[in-house]
């Protein structure tokens, strides 16, 4: 994931790359996004907003806890991602799901309001986080919930920034510019608090989940590991531009780093991230 990302560059290249590398993306998140789901023990008739989807693994885990009567929007900025979500929906005849490309920080789907809103990763991207988790307020009744995960600081987090470090040995990366939308904008977790606070929402609780990033997907072996982390990681459009030799270089470097974490289950990198709840007021 590019640290500066914006919403622009989701809806188009980086739509496209998380779409390139979607099976080993969720395989990878599987762990952060089975501890989220049983916080938020979604139940028979809810009806439920996943922001910022995908495609649309959680989305589907969550159709499959809210039925038969509930119902799930899976809203994403992706028209690709969005496309491939609901084939993927349709092609595994999962009931009470339906799908949306949309902005979650402004637009209001006319299924709305939800009683829960979810997301695993999709929050963190915002041009304007005030003004976006007050509109998130707003597709809630009072008494409603949101329930998301966002990454804890890069330093608790090796699988990204083990990696960029490596490759900072070859070529100068830029560092994530403070306070922009990307992976790590919410990791401090009493500026996020305070934001949700100023939001309108209350009773925020936030947990810290600290587990493996399996690189490239549960099993990948290292060449496949090294070959996902080229394609799909912040870095990835820096080390694309530079000479063969330096490229090679990165990789030999990766590679080695990666080989010596394989299992057989494939390659878990530390990882930690913040899972959250809150709630919009009562009455
Ligand atoms: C890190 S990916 C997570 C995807 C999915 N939640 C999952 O865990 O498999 C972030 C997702 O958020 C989406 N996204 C980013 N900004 C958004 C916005 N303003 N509105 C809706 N979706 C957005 C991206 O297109 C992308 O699919």
């Given amino acids: 994931m590019n640290p500066s990302l914006r919403r622009d560059d989701w809806a188009g290249e980086m739509g496209e790359r998380w779409l390139t590398n979607l099976d080993q993306f969720e395989s990878m998140m599987q762990p952060v996004g089975q501890a989220l789901l049983a916080r938020a023990a979604f ?7 996943d922001i910022g989807c995908g495609g649309g693994d959680n989305t589907r885990s969550i159709a499959a806890a809210v039925a038969p009567s509930g119902y799930v929007l899976g809203l994403d900025v992706s028209p690709a991602l969005i496309a491939e979500a609901r084939r993927r929906a349709t092609q595994q005849a999962v009931p009470c799901i339906d799908f949306l490309t949309a902005d979650a920080a402004t637009d209001t789907p006319a299924a709305a309001p939800f009683d829960r809103l979810f997301s695993r990763f999709g929050v963190m991207f915002f041009a304007d986080p005030p003004a976006a988790f ?17 990454w804890a600081p890069l330093a608790d987090n090796p699988w990204m920034g083990a990696l960029a470090d490596i490759v900072r040995r070859h070529v100068a990366l830029p560092a994530p510019p403070a306070g922009e939308p990307g992976p790590f904008s919410l990791a401090d977790v009493t500026a996020l608090r305070a934001l949700l606070s100023a939001a309108g929402f209350v009773d925020i609780d936030s947990q810290l989940w600290r587990g493996p990033q399996w690189l490239g997907g549960q099993g990948a072996d290292a060449p496949a590991a ?10 990835s459009r820096v080390v694309e531009a530079q000479p063969e030799p330096v490229r090679q270089a990165i990789a030999d470097d990766l590679l080695a780093y990666l080989a010596a974490r394989h ?6 990198l530390d990882a930690s991230a913040w899972l959250v709840s809150a709630w919009r007021p009562p009455g």
């Fill in 134 to 150: 007050a509109h998130l307020l707003h597709l809630l009744p009072p008494g409603g919930r949101i329930d998301f995960a966002c």
């Fill in 226 to 235: 090294l070959r996902f982390a080229l394609q799909s990681m912040s870095f």
């Fill in 263 to 268: 299992s057989s289950a494939g390659i878990a």
């Fill in 43 to 49: 139940k028979p008739g809810e009806r439920v907003l």
